[in-house]
């Protein structure tokens, strides 16, 4: 059998979760996790302007790969940590503005089974998995697991702190209007906070892989977009980092493989890089099998209550829906495969436990 790769186990002392914690502790606001050692230095000093800005799918491995090691981002690189399990913008990004971990919030991938509706739900959209169709006349995400940023809790304590992204108004569609609102904010008057996310490169990355020119020029724009920005200010602590990293893959669809389907309640959820099972109480031992022969080169399956001993979502206490939201098993991809499950097919993914997907820079500019 094929060696897995070293996998890069998660550290909810050192991650994405602990970044926003970070920010509560800067402006004395009670903290609802440890705060992340690496921006507590460069937090120490007092600033007109803190901002955090999130390039989705920008992991350690890509950031080397495809820009200039004497450019603006890698020449400023103060560190390198981890982003949570799974390592994907559902959770990662939940746990950037919320300081909690993806156990404590429960927003854990691309796609959640529910028990409340009974649905796998595809958690930004809203929809049934592999579907258009609405899964409630609500939102079950925020319905079932809502939670308060830290923008929302810095401007409720009575500071100032503002969000930036694609989906909020007024609707920036570019890294250029990104930064655009970011230097219009920082040039207000008094301390303030910004979160800032861009949603690339992720998009490119899935569709064009991780060495393609698409996402090298992409990205070399961000750059040079950023720079010109932190160029244009003054008294202000940038703080540029990503979600996830990503890593190309191959893949197989898992209906394709009837004696697996054939053992479950459902169709899996969470990622095609990290899969959860329900599978049905006489058919366990079948299922092992059947998927240890057919992915254990490729996959790594533990029972969920062995990876929730094992703190791979956090350590922090359960969101109440958590455990039922799981299922009885956990598979793990260990090295350049994804198992999809509805008829997507990406270049690159993210999700798992490899370097290029765990692992996230901390750029840091200082104005």
């Not at 790769?5 to 550290?11: I, R, S």
Request: with cysteine; proline share 5%.
């Amino acid at each position: 059998m094929k060696e897995h790769k070293q996998l890069v186990w998660p550290d909810y002392a050192n991650c994405i979760a602990n970044l926003p914690n970070s920010i509560l502790k800067k402006w004395n606001i009670p903290t609802v996790g440890g705060t992340l050692p690496l921006a507590d230095k460069y937090l120490d000093k007092d600033y007109k302007n803190v901002v955090v800005l999130i390039l989705d799918g920008m992991g350690k491995v890509i950031l080397e790969k495809l820009l200039d090691e004497n450019g603006p981002f890698r020449s400023h690189l103060a560190g390198v940590y981890k982003s949570v399990f799974l390592s994907t913008t559902v959770a990662a990004t939940t746990s950037a503005m919320s300081g909690l971990q993806p156990c404590e919030h429960s927003w854990l991938g691309w796609d959640c089974y529910y028990p409340q509706v009974d649905k796998n739900v595809t958690v930004f959209l809203n929809t049934v998995q592999g579907t258009e169709e609405p899964a409630a006349d609500y939102n079950v995400a925020w319905t079932v697991a809502p939670y308060e940023n830290v923008v929302t809790t810095i401007n409720k304590a009575g500071g100032k702190a503002y969000g930036c992204a694609p989906f909020l108004e007024p609707y920036p569609n570019s890294i250029e209007e990104i930064c655009a609102q970011i230097k219009d904010l920082c040039e207000e008057p008094d301390q303030k906070y910004i979160y800032a996310y861009w949603n690339q490169p992720d998009g490119l990355l899935h569709r064009n892989g991780c060495s393609s020119n698409v996402v090298k020029d992409a990205l070399e724009n961000m750059e040079e977009v950023v720079n010109k920005l932190v160029k244009e200010l003054d008294d202000t602590l940038i703080m540029i980092t990503a979600d996830h990293g990503h890593i190309d893959t191959d893949y197989v669809v898992l209906q394709d493989y009837p004696n697996i389907c054939d053992c479950l309640v459902r169709l899996p959820s969470l990622e095609p890089r990290v899969l959860n099972f329900f599978v049905k109480e006489d058919k366990k031992k079948i299922f092992e099998k059947e998927f240890t022969k057919e992915f254990g080169d490729k996959f790594l399956l533990m029972p969920m209550e062995e990876a929730i001993e094992k703190n791979l979502f956090g350590t922090g206490r359960h969101h109440e829906n958590f455990r039922s939201m799981l299922g009885d098993y956990l598979a793990i991809a260990t090295d350049d495969l994804s198992i999809y499950y509805i008829d997507e097919r990406w270049v690159s993914m993210h999700g798992s436990l490899t370097e290029d997907e765990m692992l996230i820079p901390l750029i840091v500019f200082d104005t």
